[in-house]
């Protein structure tokens, strides 16, 4: 059965595409209730929202199978994280997907303040010719406080530059080699900034210590004049005092795209004519739509694979440098998870997963829930995701443990996973990064696995392929490719053969027959 995807508010095409090429089945169902989202959750493995849609504690207790919740957007204040995360629900975004067009609209929004354009315009349809009523001031020169050094204030940085702005920041977590490449001079403190901007522009998340960041105090101590740009979240700018200091003269303009209740039909802001009010439309373009559509599939997509969720807000994250690496090996640990879980028939008590070659020092933390959920998807009916995986792991009695191995024989790189004794290992080969089994039970081995695969486990003998091919043809199974492993000091040989038909106990039993000395035999299905 395909897994499914439940899409409850408007997404690309281009994002529903690369979920169904990818043999998802996806529903799109636009301005659903509380109740029916309630009665229609627990079919889907994920769920892609926008803001509108509540994600909440009784979403989630609902969901029976739900892996992955997407956000197509930045904001997730929607969704009740912490509850996924108990459930063992991954909920990621797609943070990078407006960031160019939430700095374009940063900048539309200061030249329209410093040109008077908004209020020129509604002149003009008004019949009326007023060229000496509006006057506005360059960016040229002027100096540009950016509040927030993070990505779009990046982005803002680079494009005021090139308006020939001085560029001056206040940021505890920026880096003073960033800012210098920004051509930003760092201030330490609010209170120093403050007086020396023309215009300020804030880009910084919602927190306890931003909100109403500038207030009375703040806006006191700002030049006679300033114009102030918001772009980032409602309530940076208290509103109310804002107002006041609009209505006394001292701040000269005021641009905002976000507000702290929307949709936002009513403010102290709306008297006003020197103050542009946009209705959250900084993302609002077809580039930044269609770039979070298809960021956020791809996302989902991995979560259902049990892949790195680069944007997974409610893992331990891993440096990008570490992901770089270790990230395509999620799903070879994965992979191998579920081979150990077919050639036991009950948990494993101990775990481990050592790391060879070029993996040596990175973050083991996403191989460890790769194996562990691989693992467990056999074997326990706990929903088991990477957000899950090593507590449900503890639930069953399973003690994790990692190592590093600079060998890792003939190949850069190197994933062993050993569980009571069974071993498997892997390395990635060429440009799709496909997992390929290097060694399994310790028999040396080079093959990459199919769906379906029968493991022989027999002494040595002539004229074994035979019979093994022969029962199999007989049952219209097709062997399409195959590996036979040895050991040192092994009288028996390994055999991983991929298979395509359906294997029945018949055909089970007749091997067994047919090969008397036959140790072990395996039906693996990934």
Not at 138 to 157: D, N, Q, S
Not at 215 to 229: H, R, Y
Not at 283 to 312: F, K
Not at 388 to 408: C, L, W
Request: glycine share 8%.
């Amino acid at each position: 059965m395909s897994k499914k995807v439940l899409v409850t508010e408007k997404l690309s095409d281009e994002g529903i595409e690369v979920l169904r090429n990818r043999g998802y089945e996806v529903d799109v169902r636009l301005d659903m209730t509380e109740a029916d989202l309630l009665a229609a959750v627990p079919e889907y493995d994920a769920l892609i929202v926008r803001s509108a849609t509540q994600v909440t504690q009784a979403v989630l207790d609902n969901a029976e199978r739900l892996k992955v919740i997407g956000r197509a957007g930045v904001t997730t204040d929607n969704i009740d994280i912490v509850a996924a995360t108990e459930a063992g629900v991954i909920v990621c975004n797609a943070p990078t997907s407006n960031i160019v067009s939430t700095a374009e609209h940063t900048m539309a929004l200061m030249l329209a303040a410093a040109g008077c354009v908004p209020q020129a315009n509604a002149s003009m349809k008004q019949g009326k010719w007023e060229r000496n009523k509006f006057v506005g001031t360059e960016l040229f020169e002027k100096t540009l406080a950016i509040f927030g050094l993070g990505r779009i204030g990046g982005l803002v940085a680079e494009r005021a530059r090139a308006f020939g702005m001085n560029l001056i920041g206040y940021d505890p977590y920026c880096r003073p080699e960033r800012a210098e490449a920004l051509g930003v001079q760092l201030f330490g403190s609010i209170e120093e900034i403050l007086p020396l901007a023309d215009f300020i522009t804030v880009h910084m998340p919602k927190t306890p210590d931003t909100i109403n960041m500038f207030g009375p105090d703040e806006f006191a101590a700002m030049k006679d004049g300033v114009i102030l740009v918001n772009t980032a979240r409602g309530g940076i700018y208290n509103v109310k005092s804002l107002a006041d200091f609009i209505a006394a003269g001292k701040i000269g303009a005021a641009a905002i795209d976000m507000y702290e209740v929307e949709p936002c039909l009513d403010s102290p802001l709306h008297e006003f004519d020197n103050v542009i009010l946009t209705p959250r439309i900084g993302a609002a373009t077809r580039e930044a739509q269609r770039r979070a559509a298809v960021q956020i599939a791809e996302y989902v997509a991995a979560g259902l694979e049990g892949s790195l969720v680069p944007t997974a807000l409610n893992m331990t994250p891993v440096a990008p440098e570490a992901a770089s690496k270790v990230g395509p090996y999620v799903p070879a640990c994965q992979m191998m998870g579920r081979i150990l879980a077919q050639l036991s028939t009950s948990l494993p008590h101990t775990l481990c997963i050592t790391a060879a070659g070029s993996l040596v020092g990175t973050d083991m933390s996403m191989l460890v829930a790769g194996a562990l959920s691989g693992l467990l998807s056999y074997k326990s009916d706990s929903v088991v995701t990477p957000v899950n995986a090593e507590a449900v792991a503890n639930r069953h009695g399973i003690s994790t443990t990692t190592a590093f191995e600079y060998d890792a024989h003939e190949y850069a790189s190197m994933v062993r996973i050993e569980a009571d004794g069974f071993e498997v290992s892997a390395m990635l080969s060429g440009p799709a990064a496909t997992p390929r089994i290097v060694s399994l039970l310790g028999y040396r081995l080079d093959i990459a696995p199919g769906l379906t695969s029968l493991v022989f486990e027999y002494p040595d003998a002539a004229g074994r392929m035979g019979i093994i091919g022969t029962i199999l043809g007989e049952a219209g199974i097709n062997i399409t490719t195959m590996q036979i492993g040895e050991k040192a000091s092994e009288e028996c040989v390994l055999v991983y053969m991929n298979i395509e038909g359906e294997i029945t106990d018949d055909v089970i039993a007749r091997l067994h027959e047919a090969i008397g000395d036959l140790k072990n035999l395996w039906v693996i299905k990934l």
